[in-house]
């Protein structure tokens, strides 16, 4: 069975590594960006089937970017 493919956003390197090896099992990460605009501009050429994205971005935070 496939994996849903999964992007991550969020400012903090140590908690985006540690989400990867907590999830890595059951999705594929295909990506993670730091900010909401580096987010708006990836994941449309990604295309993930998830997005588990952080509220508090710099840039643009994560509800305007979601």
Same mark, same amino acid.
């Given at each position: 069975?496939?994996?849903?493919?999964?992007?991550? =956003?969020?400012?903090? !390197?140590?908690? %985006? &590594? =540690? +989400?990867?090896? %907590? +999830? &890595? !099992? &059951?999705? &594929? #990460?295909?990506?993670? %960006?730091?900010?909401?605009? =580096?987010? #708006?501009? !990836? =994941?449309?050429?990604?295309?993930?089937?998830?997005? +588990?994205?952080? @509220?508090?971005?710099? @840039?643009?935070?994560?509800?305007?970017?979601?």
């Amino acid at each position: 069975m496939k994996k849903p493919r999964l992007f991550l =956003a969020d400012d903090h !390197t140590l908690f %985006v &590594e =540690a +989400l990867h090896k %907590v +999830l &890595e !099992t &059951e999705f &594929e #990460l295909v990506g993670s %960006v730091g900010d909401g605009r =580096a987010l #708006l501009k !990836t =994941a449309p050429r990604l295309q993930p089937d998830v997005i +588990l994205l952080d @509220l508090s971005m710099p @840039l643009l935070n994560g509800i305007d970017a979601a």
